[in-house]
């Protein structure tokens, strides 16, 4: 989950629809996993975390998916709204990295109406 | 409860000069970490504070500095200010490691 790119996978869907943001993590001693949402010019908003001994968690709109065989984390975000364009990110933590988290690229998630 | 505050918000300093920035934590929360973004290298983690001690620390060079005060602010430094130090310096606050993690709204810092 190490941020390594210069460019943001992006995702494009339009208002209503349901949205899918994947993410791979890399490290098998994570234990907790947290998606956020930035919108620009402000800092990362917490949108809902899991940790490793669940595979599903639901929030409202949101439900995150874990799946620890492959390593995979997914945001889905149902009935996607204009105020849910932002940049998205997973992070991960665990093992001895006590506070620090592991951050992806980011996928660019635009709603169209 | 009051969110993670930050300041300043936003910063212009001319290279060679230094800089601190501030970061004061949700109530109650004890650990305090701080990440430089840019757009081409994403979110860096740069160090992590916890009761008034530095328990991780990423790859930046020791010219990044912080350290934590006993009602869990924390300031960051950074010295002799090189154009590349631009970016955005965020800091995260949880109640202990394994918590969730909430974010300031950052500090622009443009070095000129």
């Known amino acids: 989950g190490e941020s390594v790119g210069l460019h943001l996978p992006t995702l494009s869907v339009q208002e209503g629809d349901n949205s899918i943001i994947n993410c791979a993590y890399s490290?098998?001693?994570?234990?907790?996993f947290i998606w956020y949402k930035q919108e620009s010019g402000k800092g990362p908003q917490f949108i809902i975390d899991i940790r490793s001994n669940m595979d599903k968690r639901q929030g409202q709109r949101v439900t995150v998916l874990l799946n620890k065989t492959v390593k995979h984390l997914s945001l889905q975000i149902a009935a996607t709204q204009p105020g849910d364009s932002a940049v998205y990110f997973c992070?991960?933590?665990?093992?001895?990295?006590?506070?620090?988290?592991?951050f992806g690229r980011g996928t660019q998630l635009t709603v169209w109406p | 409860k009051a969110g993670v505050t930050q300041t300043p918000r936003y910063l212009i300093k001319t290279r060679g000069q230094q800089v601190t920035l501030s970061c004061s934590p949700i109530s109650g929360h004890r650990s305090v970490s701080w990440y430089q973004q840019t757009p081409g290298q994403g979110l860096q983690f740069l160090f992590e504070y916890f009761s008034e001690t530095q328990r991780n620390k990423g790859n930046f060079p020791g010219r990044f500095s912080g350290r934590q005060f006993s009602n869990s602010r924390s300031e960051m430094n950074v010295s002799t200010l090189e154009l590349g130090d631009s970016a955005l310096y965020l800091c995260a606050t949880a109640m202990g490691g394994g918590s969730e993690a909430f974010f300031g709204q950052g500090t622009r810092l443009t070095v000129v």
């Open positions: 992070a991960e933590k665990g093992g001895s990295t006590l506070g620090r988290l592991y």
């Open positions: 490290n098998s001693a994570s234990d907790y």
